[in-house]
């Protein structure tokens, strides 16, 4: 079995660096292929309640077969619930969902101050008050901006979940979070599929004998970037997960960093209205 490497957060835990993304996949669909991506070696599952797939996840980790202690889920507090009692009945239907007494890691979805205003600042407050609880053994963040990370207070979240892909590299934040101690989490790493298509990772894809998703995650994880590939195709699911027994040369590297292009595929979460 491949051992993904394991990054070391500011809290003294560990994370899988290589996770598997369940955005967009529906409940009745995301227990097979989390059963799947469990049986290719997959041992870190990203959702979140908004993905509407919970309770589908809890019955694959109950079916799976793999112990809890080896494996690390991460779930999200949607934005209609910064408020403290609402967060904390939030976090309780998710565990409930999941069939879980704990997830390994928590985090606010979006700092949502379009709709809610400064409420994320409270949502950090309570998932403070779940670590210290235990329904959370750690916490973090998902697309906070450089201000939204500076008016949160009390613990530095372990991470901060944003978008990152080769066309929207976001150095400057990257570099920022790394200056905290905060880890980076890519979501939407190939780009929603759009990076797929470009010819430069095809070529560089080519010249490995790789596909273009194996060669855009491979420069996740040498950045140091904990990345989420998601996909529902067994075949897929296995390729995203086969990315240990090669390396990208410095050159190589430095060539998809010059790929950025500012091409944000998601919503931006300082006009994100929802």
């Known amino acids: ?162 978008e990152v892909h080769p066309t929207f590299t976001q150095v400057p934040l990257r570099t920022l979070c790394e200056e905290k101690g905060i880890k980076v989490e890519s979501w939407s790493p190939l780009g929603s599929g759009a990076d797929l298509g470009n010819g430069e990772l095809a070529d560089i894809a080519a010249s490995f004998g790789r596909s273009v998703a194996q060669v855009i995650i491979r420069w996740h994880l040498q950045h140091g970037l904990i990345v989420l590939p998601k996909s529902v195709t067994p075949a897929r699911i296995e390729e995203n997960f086969a990315v240990f027994d090669f390396e990208l040369d410095a050159d190589t590297m430095a060539r998809i960093d010059g790929l950025d292009a500012g091409n944000r595929v998601g919503s931006n979460p300082d006009t994100a209205g929802f």
């Open 1 to 162: 079995m491949t051992l993904v490497p394991e990054i070391t957060l500011h809290d003294g835990t560990t994370i899988p660096q290589l996770a598997f993304g369940t955005w967009q996949v529906p409940d009745a669909d995301v227990t097979p292929a989390v059963l799947h991506a469990l049986e290719t070696g997959y041992r870190h599952i990203d959702t979140a309640a908004i993905y509407g797939n919970e309770a589908g996840v809890g019955r694959a980790i109950a079916q799976g077969g793999v112990a809890r202690e080896d494996l690390y889920v991460t779930t999200k507090l949607w934005n209609d619930a910064h408020q403290k009692a609402d967060a904390r009945r939030a976090i309780e239907t998710s565990l409930e969902k999941l069939g879980l007494d704990h997830v390994d890691l928590y985090l606010i979805h979006w700092p949502s101050t379009v709709k809610y205003g400064d409420a994320y600042i409270e949502a950090w407050d309570a998932l403070q008050e779940f670590k210290a609880e235990g329904l959370a053994t750690s916490i973090g963040v998902s697309n906070f901006h450089a201000h939204h990370l500076d008016a949160i207070s009390g613990e530095v979240p372990v991470v901060n979940q944003v």
